[in-house]
């Protein structure tokens, strides 16, 4: 038996592609949510450069809280100690 307080989330890739419409079709019924992530770190160097900026784009966008700035700032600490 499910939890009823349980929210049943999809995973989509950038939101705009046919992964996600493949996704949201089958699943919409189902879920209560749908995730979008943006994936970085392919050979494409331009791929890389330019999906940051649609995380921007400010039409996907979900409301953080200062905790999720402290977890940001603690990975990018990480990042700077571990960057050799």
Do not use: K
Not at 10 to 24: A, E, L, T
Not at 39 to 48: A, C, F, K, V
């Amino acid at each position: 038996m499910l939890d009823p307080d349980a929210v049943l989330v999809s995973c989509g890739m950038n939101g705009w592609n046919d992964w996600d419409r493949i996704v949201i079709d089958g699943l919409a019924p189902l879920v209560d949510l749908h995730s979008v992530h943006i994936y970085t770190g392919s050979d494409d160097y331009w791929t890389d450069v330019l999906q940051p900026h649609q995380a921007d784009d400010g039409t996907l966008e979900e409301r953080y809280s200062f905790p999720d700035a402290l977890a940001v700032a603690t990975y990018l600490n990480i990042f700077i100690r571990n960057c050799d």
